[in-house]
């Protein structure tokens, strides 16, 4: 019997490597790697999917919406908490609601993709 297909990798491509570098490790807590491909940086995961951030691949100022139709979950934490400690240095695409997974916030990060923000326990 075959394993099933798996999620093994996600990337975002973005216009500023550092502006966003940035953004996903200071406002959303990841942690890079040690060793990231040029042009890109990869962050830690305890386990699941890989994610990272890269340099463009394609021309990005051609797309009228940066991920329109892909959505982009990450466990956060107390939700309250995180807009607490970062709620100025946000932008906010839909606030903190109930869904049948759970309380989530919608952000953009510095490209503008929106960025779900799933609750994974309270404080």
Do not use: C
């Amino acid at each position: 019997m075959t394993n099933p297909t798996q999620l093994s990798f996600v990337s975002l491509q973005v216009t500023d490597l550092e502006a966003s570098g940035k953004f996903y490790t200071e406002i959303l807590g990841f942690k890079p790697v040690l060793k990231s491909p040029p042009d890109a940086i990869v962050f830690e995961q305890k386990n699941g999917a890989a994610f990272a951030i890269r340099k463009p691949m394609i021309e990005l100022s051609k797309a009228n919406l940066l991920g329109w139709g892909v959505a982009v979950w990450f466990g956060i934490g107390n939700l309250d908490t995180f807009l607490e400690k970062n709620g100025d240095k946000i932008s906010i695409v839909k606030d903190i609601h109930p869904t049948p997974f759970g309380r989530i916030l919608v952000v953009a990060d510095p490209d503008g993709y929106a960025i779900t923000l799933q609750e994974t326990r309270e404080d």
